[in-house]
C-alpha cells in the first residue's frame, strides 16, 4: 500500500516538474531571444555609430571617398580569410553562382549606399547624416507592407515614426547648412536615405530567399561583390588622379624640407 503511495506521489512530483518545465522553457527561450535581439541592436549601433565618426575623420585628411571603401571592404575579406581558413575561428559558405546572381541587385543597392554615405560625410556635417539615416525605418516599414507583403505599422509604430520625421524637421530648421544652401545641402543624405531604405528592405528578402548557413556568408558576399563598383566610383569621380598629385605634392613638400 505504501509502495503504491510512493509511486503515486513520484508519479504526481515528476507530472508538476513537467509542467514547471514546459511552461518555463518558453520563457527562457524568449528570454533569451530578446536578449540576443538588444544586444544585437546595440552592438549594432554603437559600431554604426563610431563608423560615422571614423569615416568622417578619415575623409578629413583623405577626401577620397570611394578609394577609402574599397581598403575598407579589402580589410573585411582579409579578416573573413584569415579567421576562417587560417585560424579556423568562423565558418563561412562557399562562393557559388546560385547565390552571387540574387546579391548582384542588392551589391549595387549595397555600393551606392556607401558611396552616397562617403559623400554626404564628406559634405555634410555627422548630424546630418544620422538624422536622415535615423528616418529610414519609415520608409523601411512602407516598403515591408507594400513589396514583402508585411503587416502595416500599429498606431503606436506611427506615432514613434512621426516623433522621428518631426525632429529630423527640427533639425533642418535650425541647420546653418541648410539655411544657407538650401535643399541642395540635404542633396547627398537623400540619395543616401533612399538607397539604404532600399538595401534594407531588399535585404531582409534576400536573407529569407538566398539560404546561406553562417553569418559571415552574407558579409562575404556583399563586401566581395561591393569593391569592384567602388573602383568605378573612383574612376568617376578621378581620385586616382587626385591621390597621385597629393602624394607628388608632399613628396615636394618633404624634399623641399629635407636638409
Known amino acids: 500500500m505504501s509502495v503504491n503511495a510512493d509511486n503515486t506521489a513520484d508519479g504526481r512530483n515528476n507530472a508538476s516538474k513537467n509542467v514547471v518545465t514546459s511552461i518555463a522553457a518558453p520563457s527562457l527561450t524568449t528570454m533569451s531571444n530578446t536578449t540576443e535581439t538588444i544586444l544585437s ?20 585628411h583623405l577626401p577620397f571617398p570611394s578609394l577609402v571603401m574599397t581598403v575598407q571592404l579589402w580589410s573585411t575579406l582579409l579578416f573573413i580569410f584569415v579567421a576562417s581558413h587560417l585560424m579556423k575561428l568562423i565558418e563561412c559558405d562557399p562562393l557559388t ?12 543597392g549595397f555600393s551606392f549606399g556607401i558611396y552616397c554615405n562617403m559623400r554626404s560625410l564628406a559634405e555634410s556635417n555627422v548630424e546630418t547624416v544620422i538624422v536622415f539615416r535615423a528616418m529610414a525605418p519609415l520608409l523601411v516599414s512602407v516598403a515591408d507592407a507594400i513589396f514583402l507583403g508585411r503587416e502595416w505599422p500599429s498606431k ?45 528592405a531588399y535585404g531582409k528578402k534576400l536573407v529569407k530567399s538566398v539560404q546561406l548557413e553562417t553569418k559571415s556568408g552574407p558579409v562575404l558576399y556583399a563586401n566581395l561583390l ?20 597629393r602624394l607628388q605634392e608632399q613628396s615636394t613638400t618633404a624634399a623641399a624640407a629635407a636638409p
Not at 541592436?41 to 563608423?51: D, E, I, P, R, T
Not at 553562382?97 to 549595387?108: D, F, G, S, V
Not at 569593391?227 to 597621385?244: C, T, Y
Request: charged share 10%.
Open 156 to 200: 503606436r509604430s506611427w506615432g514613434a515614426l512621426a516623433l522621428i520625421v518631426f525632429g529630423a524637421y527640427q533639425y533642418a530648421s535650425y541647420d546653418e547648412q541648410f539655411q544657407s544652401m538650401g535643399i541642395m545641402a540635404y542633396l547627398w543624405p537623400t540619395a543616401y536615405l533612399f538607397v539604404i531604405s532600399f538595401e534594407m
Open 41 to 60: 541592436m546595440v552592438a549594432y549601433s554603437v559600431c554604426s555609430g563610431s563608423l560615422v565618426l571614423v569615416n568622417k575623420l578619415i575623409l578629413h
Open 97 to 108: 553562382w546560385a547565390n552571387i546572381k540574387p546579391y548582384l541587385w542588392y551589391t549595387m
Open 226 to 245: 561591393g569593391w569592384p563598383p567602388m573602383i568605378v566610383f573612383a574612376l568617376m569621380g578621378g581620385e586616382f588622379g587626385k591621390l597621385q598629385n
